[in-house]
């Protein structure tokens, strides 16, 4: 029977923190960690801060580091109300990894920050597997990171993640807006589904308003409500730097929050535009789905969730049919959306969609 009033004394553990859980997690963590590695990864797990090897830079001629951090929204609250946790790291990973590549950069090494409610050391370990499982997947080290436990704040099962990511990439190879010209070509990638943005609206829209529960059976998706919202994000990352060693690649834009129109006119520079066609693919049935159910005007879709597409690559007339094989080899399903055009005084958007979705 634990002991209160003035004269009690006072713990960190009666205050709502539990040290030795969190050790218990890092220990559980540790060969998840050990797997998504490099060479130039110096030591492991434990220490105050992680250390990469930067004499490997020594090869470039003037190395520029890129540096990106993001999280993944409330799509955390999905991994929760599921009960899964081992996935929701992948989303995290893709989201920083894939703002690096835009601009060229290969990513090098990530660190997370997981904060929760309370450490339960297992859960805690599986958001850790997914993260290194992403950081496998995008080729780049997970050097280390921190779990924080904020009782009174955050209830015993909340919890949220973030991470940031550093890459490198030459100085002359720097990618972006002042090397797209006239008559280049837009690839579009397909997303994986809903990637890790638009979940508020999704979440309004599928659980308030349409009350549908996370095991419905959706006969759309071929599986639950639950397992389509908690797809991981598709990390790009290797696929896009695979493009720029087997043909030249001008720019990309990873589709994220803000929608296709909005990220695609990011690298669009002034003086020019894109029309992206609509009829050059069909968003998967979720995209559909989240407009019915909350009768959700497509130009709102558009602006909130990548509608099928999460990254576009903008590249030289002539390097289409090298680049959509190189997509193909690697297990991506690409295709030209637009085209890339002067923009005439009555031009008022860098990007404009036109036509309707096929199928």
Known sequence: MSESGPGATS??????????????????????????????????????????????????????????????????????????????????????????VVCGAEPLFMTDYICVGKVYPERVAAIVKGIAEGCTLAGCALVGGETAEHPGLLGADDFDVAGAGTGVVEADQVL???????????????????????????????????????????????????????????I?????????????????????????????????????????????????????????AGSVERLELEKTLNMGVGMMAVVPADSVDVALTTLADRGVEAWVGGEITERTAGDTEAVTLTGDHAG
Not at 241 to 250: G, I, P, Q
Request: net charge negative.
């Open 176 to 234: 972006g807006a002042d090397r797209i010209r006239t008559g280049d070509a837009v690839i579009a990638m397909a997303s994986s589904g809903l990637h890790s943005n638009g979940y508020s609206l999704v979440r309004h829209v599928l659980f308030d308003r349409a009350g549908w529960a996370l095991d419905r059976e959706v006969p759309e998706l071929g599986r639950t409500l639950g397992e389509e919202l908690l797809e991981p994000t598709r």
């Open 11 to 100: 713990t960190y553990a009666a205050a709502g923190v539990d040290i030795e859980a969190g050790d218990r997690a890092v220990e559980l963590m540790k060969e998840w960690v050990k797997k998504a590695s490099r060479p130039e990864v110096v030591g492991g797990l434990g220490g105050f801060a992680g250390l990469f090897d930067a004499s490997a830079l020594a090869r470039y001629r003037r190395p520029l580091l890129a540096s990106a951090t993001d999280g993944v929204g409330t799509k955390v609250d999905i991994a929760r109300r599921m009960g899964v946790y081992d996935t929701i790291g992948r989303d995290l990973v893709g989201m920083v990894v894939d703002d690096l």
């Open 236 to 292: 790009y990352s290797l696929d896009c730097l695979a493009l720029t060693r087997t043909t030249e690649v001008h720019a990309f834009s990873h589709i994220t929050g803000g929608g296709l129109a909005n990220n695609l006119a990011r690298v669009i520079p002034e003086g020019l535009r894109v029309v992206v066609d609509r009829s050059t693919w069909t968003p998967g049935a979720i995209f559909q789905l989240v407009g019915e």
